[in-house]
């Protein structure tokens, strides 16, 4: 599934399709919504892709100085507190949906 089709699936579905990897899963429950669901999985994601996801959640949260440590934990630099975080869950979500 890319990045389209997982929003889609957000929008007509109450739960993520099985098919999803845990950090694929992580996204589309944050797409829904489900922030501590999705903060709860991406925990169990390893490597860069679990912090960067983890990131992306802490800035939703508006914890930014705690969404700056998973960035880096990610390696990937920190997006301006206000940058959007649509594209970014795109983002992401491309890179890690492959």
Same mark, same amino acid.
């Given at each position: 599934?890319?990045? +389209?089709?997982?929003?889609?699936?957000?929008?007509?579905?109450?739960?993520?399709?099985?098919?999803?990897?845990?950090?694929?899963?992580?996204?589309?429950?944050?797409?829904?919504?489900?922030?501590?669901?999705?903060?709860?999985?991406?925990? +169990?994601?390893? &490597?860069?892709?679990?912090?960067?996801?983890?990131?992306?959640?802490?800035?939703? %949260? &508006?914890?930014?100085?705690?969404?700056?440590?998973?960035?880096?934990?990610?390696?990937?630099?920190?997006?301006?507190?206000?940058?959007?975080? %649509?594209? %970014?869950?795109?983002?992401?979500?491309?890179?890690?949906? &492959?």
């Amino acid at each position: 599934m890319d990045a +389209d089709a997982i929003a889609l699936s957000v929008a007509e579905h109450d739960e993520p399709p099985a098919s999803l990897n845990p950090a694929l899963r992580a996204l589309w429950l944050a797409r829904k919504g489900r922030w501590d669901a999705a903060h709860d999985l991406c925990q +169990d994601v390893p &490597g860069n892709a679990g912090a960067w996801i983890h990131a992306w959640l802490h800035r939703e %949260e &508006g914890d930014y100085s705690n969404a700056c440590y998973w960035y880096a934990r990610a390696h990937k630099p920190a997006p301006a507190a206000d940058a959007p975080l %649509e594209a %970014e869950w795109f983002e992401i979500t491309r890179a890690l949906a &492959g």
